[in-house]
C-alpha cells in the first residue's frame, strides 16, 4: 500500500480577524521509496500539507493516511526536519542526535551504533562533541537530519531542510541527501521553493499553486536514482 494517501485535503486556519485556506483540495498518493518534492511559492500552503502528513496540523476535510493509517494525531513514525535545526544548545552534535533516541525508550546500544553510522555517512566525523554554537549552519543541519533518521522511520519529511544555508553548502547536502535516501530507501516528501532544487532531489515534482493551495502540476522527473 501507499506510504501516504492524502485524499481531497484542505486546511483552513481560523482566527478572530480571518479565515485562511492554506490548503485547498489536495489529492496525492506516494509510494514507498519514492522523494516527492513540493514545489511552490511562499505561503502556498507547503509546510501546512506537510504538517498534516505528520499529524502536527489536522485538516478540516478530507483525509490523510501513513503507512495505511489515517492520521489523527502527530505521528511516531517518521522523521522530521526543518529549515532551522533547532538543537539544544548546550548539547554535543552526538548528543542531540541521541536526543530521538531518548524520547522514543530506543534500545542504548542499536541507537548509538545507529548514530555513529549517520554521523559518517553525513560527513560529521570529528565533530561529535562540539556544540551547536561551535558547527556551521551546514554542519547543524547535518546534525537535524541524523536526529530525523536515528529511528530509521520509513517516511522523512523535510521542510526547506537546507533553505537558510548558501548555495554551494545547499549543494553539497542535497548531493548527500540523495545518497541517504538511495542507500536508506526511505520514502521523503521534500518541501522547498527552488525549482532546481525539487527537480534534482525528487523523483516527482509536485507544484503547488500561490493560492488558493492547491496542487496545478504533477512532473514525473524522468531520471536513474543517481544523481552523481
Ligand atoms: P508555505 O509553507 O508554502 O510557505 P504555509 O503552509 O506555511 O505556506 O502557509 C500557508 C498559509 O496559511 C499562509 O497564508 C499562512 O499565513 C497561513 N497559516 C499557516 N499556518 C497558520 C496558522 N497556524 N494560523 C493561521 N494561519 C496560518
Ligand atoms: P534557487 O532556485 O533557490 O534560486 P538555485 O537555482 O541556485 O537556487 O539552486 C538551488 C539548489 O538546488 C542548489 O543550491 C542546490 O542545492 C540544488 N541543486 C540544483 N542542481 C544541483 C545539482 N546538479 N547538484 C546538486 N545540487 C543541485
Keep these: 500500500s501507499a ?6 485535503v484542505t486546511c483552513t486556519f481560523t482566527t478572530k480577524r480571518s479565515r ?14 519514492e ?18 502528513i505528520a499529524g502536527l496540523v489536522l485538516p478540516t476535510t478530507g483525509q490523510v493516511s501513513l503507512l495505511g493509517r489515517q492520521v489523527t494525531g502527530p505521528q511516531r513514525n517518521i522523521g522530521f526536519a ?8 548546550w548539547r554535543g552534535a552526538r548528543k542531540n542526535i541521541l536526543l530521538q533516541a ?3 525508550g530506543m534500545d542504548k546500544q542499536a541507537a548509538a551504533r545507529r548514530a555513529d553510522e549517520l554521523i559518517e555517512l553525513t560527513g560529521l566525523t570529528g565533530f561529535e562533541e562540539a556544540l551547536p554554537h561551535e558547527l556551521s549552519g551546514g554542519m547543524q543541519q547535518r546534525v537535524a537530519l541524523c536526529r530525523a533518521l536515528l529511528h530509521e522511520p520509513p517516511v522523512l519529511l523535510l ?13 553539497h547536502l542535497n548531493i548527500e541527501l540523495n545518497r541517504i535516501w538511495r542507500e536508506t530507501g526511505t520514502t521523503v516528501v521534500l518541501v522547498t ?3 532546481s532544487e525539487a527537480v534534482y532531489l525528487g523523483t516527482r515534482v509536485e507544484v503547488m499553486s500561490a493560492r488558493p493551495g492547491r496542487i ?11 544523481r552523481d
Excluded: N
Design 193 to 195: 521553493h527552488s525549482i
Design 20 to 33: 485562511t485556506t492554506a490548503v485547498d483540495g489536495v489529492s496525492m498518493r506516494i509510494e514507498p521509496g
Design 216 to 226: 496545478v502540476e504533477t512532473m514525473p522527473v524522468d531520471l536513474p536514482a543517481a
Design 35 to 52: 522523494f516527492v518534492s513540493i514545489l511552490g511559492p511562499s505561503g502556498c500552503g507547503k509546510s501546512t500539507l506537510l504538517k498534516m
Design 159 to 171: 521542510d526547506e531542510p537546507f533553505g537558510a544555508l548558501d548555495a554551494l553548502t545547499r549543494e
Design 3 to 8: 506510504s501516504i494517501d492524502i485524499r481531497d
Design 102 to 104: 531518548e524520547m522514543r
Design 82 to 89: 526543518f529549515q532551522r535545526a533547532s538543537l539544544l544548545q
